[in-house]
């Protein structure tokens, strides 16, 4: 792991443990989130359009196993589902602003459920500059999400109803490597989903991704 990364990661989930420190965290996480994000702007800037659909280590196990494209859909749509749906009870910005059309997706899940090439064939379909907007607008409501939290909310539990509405909008499949997300979530607290799904998991699929970019570099 990223050092750096690594080094905030582990500062902020001491200091969101504290009354005390528990809002300097928060302004961790975003300086790491700020940090992780420069990062996938770089692919941007660097990176064909057919660069973000290689999948170069297809047959691997483990996150470097998907294409650019995808970890970045991946990232953020596993965040709007959990920042709004789960946390703030509100419309995912996916719905709001109308982003399946816009972004030209195939699916409104996760993607949890594609395996190898079917992850290189949706990530031909997406449109990039849509799928940017998506991520700046999810990276932004969420974090204004956590900021109006207080200290004793992050204790919170996810009730069974917002469980229920969660499966009702069917944006997790039911397939065997996607199903299990539900439970995984709703088993956490507000605490714990802080420290998964807007930090550690950005860090994972972001390493991943440096991965697939070097070896398309070094196969140019």
């Not at 459920?113 to 940017?132: C, G, H």
């Not at 390493?207 to 140019?220: G, M, V």
Request: with cysteine.
């Amino acid at each position: 792991m990223n050092r750096e990364w690594s080094e905030l990661n582990k500062t902020m989930q001491a200091q969101i443990k504290k009354k005390d420190t528990w809002e300097a965290g928060i302004d961790t996480l975003c300086d790491l989130r700020n940090r992780l994000m420069e990062t996938l702007l770089s692919f941007k800037k660097e990176l064909a359009r057919e660069e973000f659909d290689a999948i170069p280590f297809i047959n691997a196990d483990g996150y470097h196993s998907k294409t650019i494209a995808y970890s970045i859909w991946h990232i953020f749509r596993i965040e709007d589902i959990v920042a709004h749906t789960l946390i703030g009870e509100n419309r995912q910005v996916f719905f709001a602003g109308n982003y399946q059309e816009r972004i030209h997706s195939p699916i409104i899940t996760t993607g949890n459920e594609l395996v190898k090439e079917q992850i290189a064939d949706f990530s031909r379909q997406l449109n990039l500059e849509e799928l940017y907007s998506y991520i700046f607008e999810v990276k932004d409501s969420t974090e204004k999400i956590i900021r109006r939290l207080s200290c004793e909310e992050l204790k919170r539990k996810i009730s069974e109803e917002r469980k229920e509405c969660l499966k009702s909008l069917n944006v997790v499949s039911d397939d065997e490597n996607a199903a299990w997300l539900i439970d995984y979530w709703c088993g956490k607290d507000i605490r714990g989903l802080i420290q998964m799904p807007f930090s550690r998991h950005w860090i994972m699929h972001i390493e991943a991704s440096l991965r697939i970019r070097n070896r398309i570099k070094i196969e140019k």
